[in-house]
């Protein structure tokens, strides 16, 4: 469960809410939210926000993190090849943890309002599934968006209303 922990435990820094106007998130009461950039820097190449719903031991229990990468002028992306390469990485990180990390094939889905493409993993440890996670994406004007979370397998179900309650807060353009 290392390697869980870990996962589950990647850190970030706070930034003020006029510097994420592109990319607004309302976060449920309760949640512990870390914002990066440091400061107000609205042109940032990579803003984020990530959120943790802590359980009532202490533990992580939901972690969801919004990103917002800027474009290079005149660069053309395609949010399929993003996704399939985000999984790839997914399922490489997890495979270096000793996990292994079944992802299913990139579907439809709206982030914030804009169309994009999501894929859900199982992640395993010695055969018992112990974590899912979703990875979804989607581009803007000049940028791209990433929305990834993931919550223990045994309280996934009962923490779907939580997950659709953020992605519902999420304003993207």
Known sequence: MSGLRSWLLFGALLVPLPALAEMQV???QGWEVARSPVG????????RQ??????????QELVMEV????????????????????????QKDFMRQGLQAACSKPLDAKLGGLAG???????????????KQAVQVA???????????????????????EIESVKAGISLR
């Open 26 to 28: 309302i976060w449920p």
């Open 40 to 47: 107000t820097v609205v042109d940032a190449p990579v803003v």
């Open 50 to 59: 990530r959120g943790v719903r802590m359980a009532e031991d202490g533990s």
């Open 67 to 90: 990103t917002r990468s800027r474009l290079g002028s005149g660069v053309v992306i395609s949010v399929e090849n993003v996704i399939v390469e985000m999984r790839k990485a997914l």
């Open 117 to 131: 493409l999501e894929v859900h993993c199982g992640i395993s440890q010695n055969g018992t599934e112990v974590l």
């Open 139 to 161: 581009l803007g004007d000049g940028v791209a968006y990433s929305l990834t979370y993931a919550a223990p397998s045994q309280r996934y179900a009962a923490l779907a209303g």
